[in-house]
């Protein structure tokens, strides 16, 4: 079996306010079509992902990474069809989600995943609890069996040739993909939904979809402590910038201490070792080398592991050079290295009141660290 995904995220949302559609507005420092994406994106299982847009979206989509981008039509029908069409002819089934189902749990997608491999269709729902009324003028004129009542969820499962035979069979209006589904003749298993499975509709649900992502949430820190003596020279780089100075750093690389921190921030978040545990210095082919090798290497290694960097904080320990004419240039080469927005990146200075080695300008010391969050 291999599975693609289209998430649906042409919609424009307007019960929910805001200055653009609800997907595009940040949600616990995120917008809400990347936590979405990302529940896809980081399964193995999953082949491909196709995200539907408007076209006036492709701005903000542009920041998604590992997702194929499409626009979608003039109703959320014709939006699913242009995404399943999109998708790699070899994938054999399709799982269709809401954009706005940011934090849907792992084991929903599990259920369904694992329901396709006899069915070919599957869909996840909550049965109904509450008493339901009947009503009429504002007064209740009767009461319903809730006894067959289900709340239906996504991701919907499908076979995907079925589906988009379906879809484009269907005259429209349907509202979702199970109804789609069913018009044609297919049957589809209910499986386990679950209500941290929230879709955002008003703007109180983003208040209650933060709380559901901030509970998921695997959120690591970690430090990185450096240090690099002077010696002959008239540069230092620092955190990928050079910077003029009369003296130059001594190590096995470019000793660049601030990346060199910030690298083992990162690592230490990982709980993997450090920069000479994956570079020793003992292995010339690392003598000289540019820093930001091994920066991208515990970003690359972060990623793998299903991590995203919240954010970085490093400060540099000297009396010279002055650090203060370069840090900006210093947080925008590290958030280029990192792929992070530079708000993200703080890049910042102090002395030790001419204390220890850096204060008797022996060399500079750095401190850095790193917080990962993973869904």
Request: proline fraction near 3%; charged fraction near 25%.
């Amino acid at each position: 079996m291999r599975v693609g995904a289209v998430i649906v995220a042409a919609g424009r949302g307007k019960r929910a306010g805001g200055d653009v559609p609800k997907q595009w507005q940040f949600l616990a420092g995120k917008r809400v079509a990347n936590w979405t994406c990302a529940r896809f994106t980081e399964r193995h299982d999953i082949a491909e992902i196709v995200l539907v847009i408007h076209p006036d979206d492709r701005a903000f989509a542009s920041e998604i990474k590992d997702v194929r981008i499409v626009h979608g039509g003039e109703t959320r029908d014709q939006s699913v069809l242009k995404g399943l069409e999109a998708l790699n002819g070899e994938n054999t089934h399709v799982l269709i989600h809401d954009v706005a189902r940011c934090s849907v749990p792992s084991h929903v997608i599990d259920s369904v995943l694992s329901a396709l491999r006899h069915a070919k269709g599957a869909a996840p729902a909550l049965p109904v609890t509450d008493a339901l009324w009947t009503g009429q003028a504002g007064l209740v004129s009767g009461t319903q069996d809730r006894s067959a009542l289900f709340r239906a969820q996504t991701p919907q499962g499908f076979a995907l040739s079925e589906i988009i035979a379906a879809h484009r069979a269907h005259t429209g209006g349907a509202a979702d993909d199970v109804e789609v589904a069913r018009a044609a003749g297919l049957d589809v298993v209910i499986t386990e939904g679950d209500e941290a499975n929230l879709k955002i509709t008003t703007p109180s649900d983003f208040a209650r979809a933060e709380a559901l992502l901030e509970q998921s949430m695997d959120i690591r820190v970690g430090n990185g402590f450096d240090v690099h003596a002077f010696e002959e020279g008239d540069h230092v780089i620092l955190c990928g910038v050079r910077v003029a100075h009369d003296k130059s750093l001594k190590g096995h690389s470019d000793a660049d201490v601030g990346m060199h921190a910030v690298t083992d921030a990162i690592y230490g978040a990982l709980a993997d070792g450090d920069i000479g545990q994956h570079f020793p210095p003992s292995d010339p082919q690392w003598k000289g080398a540019a820093s930001e090798i091994f920066l991208r290497h515990a970003v690359n290694l972060a990623q793998e592991r299903g991590f995203s960097i919240s954010n970085v904080d490093c400060t540099l320990i000297c009396e010279q050079p002055k650090i203060g004419p370069h840090a900006a240039s210093m947080k925008n080469e590290m958030s280029r290295l990192m792929n992070l927005d530079a708000s993200r990146v703080s890049i910042k200075a102090t002395t030790s009141e001419r204390l220890g080695f850096t204060g008797r300008e022996e060399g500079i010391a750095a401190l850095a660290t790193a917080t990962l969050v993973k869904l």
